[in-house]
């Protein structure tokens, strides 16, 4: 199983990007899914996720400016991030539970990250 993400590049603050992430390989069944990030010299951080039934979460610091979303036809989540700020420089990691088999309870995989620069 991979998640790979892609999507990620240079934009202006106040600009719009989208992220993907699609999960393949021995994919039974995904459950919850969620984009985590880390800048430079801090901690990785919960961004926003998504269960299965498509119920979302946000981190304040995004609330009204991100939008998670899945596409479970196609294993694939999205992060459509709008109004940027630099502070949202970061590397992004997508993260899901992944089950392999009907028997399996899932494991947690994550993806490798994709650089987000906000910046003019």
């Known amino acids: 199983v991979q998640l790979q993400a892609s999507g990620g590049g240079l934009v202006q603050p106040g600009g719009s990007l989208t992220l993907s992430c699609a999960a393949s390989?021995?994919?039974?069944?995904?459950?919850?899914m969620s984009w985590h990030r880390r800048a430079p010299g801090k901690q990785r951080e919960l961004v926003a996720a998504i269960t299965a039934s498509k119920n979302t979460n946000y981190a304040d610091s995004v609330k009204g400016r991100f939008t998670i979303t899945r596409d479970n036809a196609k294993n694939t989540i999205y992060l459509k991030m709008n109004t940027l700020k630099p502070e949202d420089t970061a590397v992004y990691y997508c993260?899901?539970?992944?089950?392999?088999?009907?028997?399996?309870?899932?494991?947690?995989?994550w993806g490798k990250g994709t650089l987000v620069t906000v910046s003019s």
């Open positions: 993260n899901g539970r992944i089950a392999t088999t009907s028997s399996d309870s899932g494991m947690d995989y």
């Open positions: 390989g021995s994919v039974y069944s995904v459950w919850d």
